[in-house]
């Protein structure tokens, strides 16, 4: 009678570092033995000083590895020119990886580090690529309005997310998403995705998909001021905007010179009787607080109407988020007033 061989588990070096790489990581340990692998270290950013207290605290992903008895590395960098790029090289071929998988990590890996794993590096990537390319593809997913998203698990090149696709799987775009609801979809689907992969390979590997340079976006970093509202623009986009940028960096505006945060919102269509300049507040109900905004796009100019945010939340500097129907019965915010795109007023109170 002939003895089955067991072909020996593949040798996984895990790289990632926020919670949308530590949903991953955390699939993968759990079926280890199911994939036929063995997760042998662990990549993550430096710790980094967080919070009011400017503590050093560690990423979600160093978390999950130190739970699991798995051993943590925390290069800086995989430069070459510099020495620790190159000690950093050398300890990664020391753990022999096969394939090295990729998620979030915030570090650039050099063709040098990509060519160390036998299989190369697999990157789960929160986009239909080539769609969205870049740090920020959930957001700009969100903010131009798109229907539908997904994950792409990626083998990595030189480039920027420009490697062939071994495996798509698309999610829609809710009405009601907001970057986090979104983000947190989306981890648990890119987890589902990289075990799919590796569950089959060689498979996978051999018929990857090359991308279309031509249909690619480059989804840029988020920064603050982006958070910024201009009451000139359609309700619309400035819902987009304020779901797109939940929770980070979140959106903004100026009241009386105090700054506001927009917390959740939604567009309505004025009736073409109304009209209001851009910024002003037109009503404050229990249900809504109604402010002016620009007009939709329209093929047909008779079409075109002004819009109006109605605002279900926000937040106050200093104070604690408030519904419509609590400001309703305040005088913090009245009929008339105007919010204001004034960026020189002090930011350092949120």
Same mark, same amino acid.
């Given at each position: 009678?002939?003895?089955?061989?067991?072909?020996?588990?593949?040798?996984?070096?895990?790289?990632?570092?926020?919670?949308?790489?530590?949903?991953?990581?955390?699939?993968?340990?759990?079926?280890?033995?199911?994939?036929?692998?063995?997760?042998?270290?662990?990549?993550?950013?430096?710790?980094?000083?967080?919070? !009011? /207290?400017?503590?050093?605290?560690?990423? +979600?992903?160093? #978390?999950?590895?130190?739970?699991?008895? *798995?051993?943590?590395? $925390?290069?800086?960098?995989?430069?070459?020119?510099?020495?620790?790029?190159?000690?950093?090289?050398?300890?990664?071929?020391?753990?022999?990886?096969?394939?090295?998988?990729?998620?979030?990590?915030?570090?650039?890996?050099?063709?040098?580090?990509?060519?160390?794993?036998?299989?190369?590096?697999?990157?789960?990537?929160?986009?239909?690529?080539?769609?969205? !390319? /870049?740090?920020?593809?959930?957001?700009? +997913?969100?903010? #131009?309005?798109?229907?539908?998203?997904? *994950?792409?698990?990626? $083998?990595?090149?030189?480039?920027?997310?420009?490697?062939?696709?071994?495996?798509?799987?698309?999610?829609?775009?809710?009405?009601?998403?907001?970057?986090?609801?979104?983000?947190?979809?989306?981890?648990?689907?890119?987890?589902?995705?990289?075990?799919?992969?590796?569950?089959?390979?060689?498979?996978?590997?051999?018929?990857?998909?090359?991308?279309?340079?031509?249909?690619?976006?480059?989804?840029?970093?988020?920064?603050?001021?982006?958070?910024?509202?201009?009451?000139?623009?359609?309700?619309?986009?400035?819902?987009?905007?304020?779901?797109?940028?939940?929770?980070?960096?979140?959106?903004?505006?100026?009241?009386?010179?105090?700054?506001?945060?927009?917390?959740?919102?939604?567009?309505?269509?004025?009736?073409?009787?109304?009209?209001?300049?851009?910024?002003?507040?037109?009503?404050?109900?229990?249900?809504?607080?109604?402010?002016?905004?620009?007009?939709?796009?329209?093929?047909?100019?008779?079409?075109?109407?002004?819009?109006?945010?109605?605002?279900?939340?926000?937040?106050?500097?200093?104070?604690?988020?408030?519904?419509?129907?609590?400001?309703?019965?305040?005088?913090?915010?009245?009929?008339?007033?105007?919010?204001?795109?004034?960026?020189?007023?002090?930011?350092?109170?949120?």
């Amino acid at each position: 009678m002939m003895t089955e061989l067991i072909a020996p588990p593949l040798r996984v070096v895990f790289a990632g570092t926020p919670e949308f790489a530590a949903k991953s990581l955390e699939a993968l340990i759990e079926q280890q033995e199911a994939l036929n692998i063995e997760i042998v270290a662990v990549y993550t950013q430096p710790d980094r000083k967080a919070g !009011r /207290g400017q503590k050093l605290a560690i990423s +979600a992903v160093k #978390a999950v590895a130190i739970a699991n008895d *798995i051993v943590v590395q $925390q290069p800086s960098t995989f430069k070459k020119s510099v020495t620790e790029g190159l000690n950093a090289r050398e300890t990664l071929r020391s753990y022999h990886p096969d394939l090295m998988i990729v998620a979030a990590y915030g570090l650039i890996l050099p063709v040098g580090v990509l060519s160390i794993p036998k299989f190369g590096c697999l990157n789960i990537h929160a986009s239909l690529l080539p769609r969205y !390319r /870049g740090a920020a593809p959930i957001h700009r +997913a969100l903010l #131009a309005g798109d229907m539908e998203t997904g *994950i792409t698990i990626m $083998q990595m090149d030189q480039g920027l997310d420009t490697g062939d696709m071994l495996y798509k799987v698309s999610c829609s775009i809710e009405p009601s998403d907001t970057a986090a609801s979104l983000h947190d979809r989306l981890a648990d689907l890119g987890a589902k995705a990289i075990m799919t992969v590796i569950g089959d390979l060689p498979n996978y590997q051999a018929n990857a998909k090359s991308q279309k340079d031509s249909l690619a976006n480059y989804a840029q970093k988020l920064t603050k001021d982006e958070g910024l509202i201009d009451w000139n623009i359609s309700a619309n986009l400035i819902e987009r905007q304020i779901r797109g940028l939940n929770p980070w960096p979140g959106t903004f505006s100026f009241l009386n010179g105090k700054r506001v945060k927009i917390l959740a919102a939604y567009p309505v269509v004025l009736n073409s009787s109304v009209q209001a300049p851009f910024g002003r507040v037109i009503s404050v109900g229990k249900k809504a607080i109604l402010v002016a905004c620009g007009t939709d796009n329209a093929d047909n100019v008779d079409d075109i109407q002004q819009t109006a945010l109605a605002i279900t939340e926000l937040q106050f500097a200093g104070g604690k988020p408030m519904s419509a129907e609590q400001l309703c019965h305040g005088n913090q915010i009245n009929d008339g007033d105007g919010f204001a795109n004034d960026a020189s007023a002090d930011r350092s109170l949120f």
